[in-house]
T-cell receptor
Framework: QKEVEQDPGPLSVPEGAIVSLNCTYSNSAFQYFMWYRQYSRKGPELLMYTYSSGNKEDGRFTAQVDKSSKYISLFIRDSQPSDSATYLC????????????FGAGTTVTVRA | DGGITQSPKYLFRKEGQNVTLSCEQNLNHDAMYWYRQDPGQGLRLIYYSQIVNDFQKGDIAEGYSVSREKKESFPLTVTSAQKNPTAFYLCASNPGRGLAKNIQYFGAGTRLSVL
């Protein structure tokens, strides 16, 4: 079993819809959680960074962490065609080597 | 502009050949990482370095080698021992301090193909 599980999709939604992405994990030591967006043939760019449980909102993006369920989510409101990308979840236990464990990524297409 | 520069963008390797991928950062970050990305498998860690002249193997180090002679540079060599090198290679760095100490920042990647 992988340490971080993420449904690879693909996910296709109409413009303006809410996109819901999630990851589950098995390591209870994870306490730092990130979502990256990766456009085709580009490097990942950081979208959201959260520590421990709770919600964080940034514009159209909301990240949620439920440590009791070992489950994290990313919601994209009012989705746009420019949101079409692969979304990677990543997490860290905060150890001194700052290594991250990544999900496989979910490919999202927003149809105009 | 501050950032991570990977070169070349595309690279082709002949059988039996070693090739080197470049990664340079001007963010003054201590830690640097190399990942391999294959379709549907996410990012897998090849090597990482937290300080000059020191590096550690990641999960899939076989067939790869690295050096860290300068803080700014962390080149990756794909040796002929790596039998399936076709992949997208990503370099990342991490500040290792402050509120964002766990965040890794990525370069644009190098796509390696075998001729």
């Amino acid at each position: 079993q992988k340490e971080v599980e993420q449904d690879p999709g693909p996910l296709s939604v109409p413009e303006g819809a809410i996109v819901s992405l999630n990851c589950t994990y098995s390591n209870s030591a994870f306490q730092y959680f990130m979502w990256y967006r990766q456009y085709s043939r580009k490097g990942p760019e950081l979208l959201m960074y959260t520590y421990s449980s709770g919600n964080k909102e940034d514009g159209r993006f909301t990240a949620q962490v439920d440590k009791s369920s070992k489950y994290i989510s990313l919601f994209i409101r009012d989705s746009q065609p420019s949101d079409s990308a692969t979304y990677l979840c990543a997490m860290s236990a905060g150890s001194n080597d700052y290594k991250l464990s990544f999900g496989a990524g979910t490919t999202v297409t927003v149809r105009a | 502009d501050g950032g991570i520069t990977q070169s070349p963008k595309y690279l082709f390797r002949k059988e039996g050949q070693n090739v080197t991928l470049s990664c340079e950062q001007n963010l003054n970050h201590d830690a640097m990482y190399w990942y391999r990305q294959d379709p549907g498998q996410g990012l897998r860690l090849i090597y990482y370095s937290q300080i000059v002249n020191d590096f550690q193997k990641g999960d899939i180090a076989e067939g790869y080698s690295v050096s860290r002679e300068k803080k700014e540079s962390f080149p990756l060599t794909v040796t002929s021992a790596q039998k399936n090198p076709t992949a997208f290679y990503l370099c990342a760095s991490n500040p290792g301090r402050g509120l964002a100490k766990n965040i890794q920042y990525f370069g644009a990647g190098t796509r390696l193909s075998v001729l």
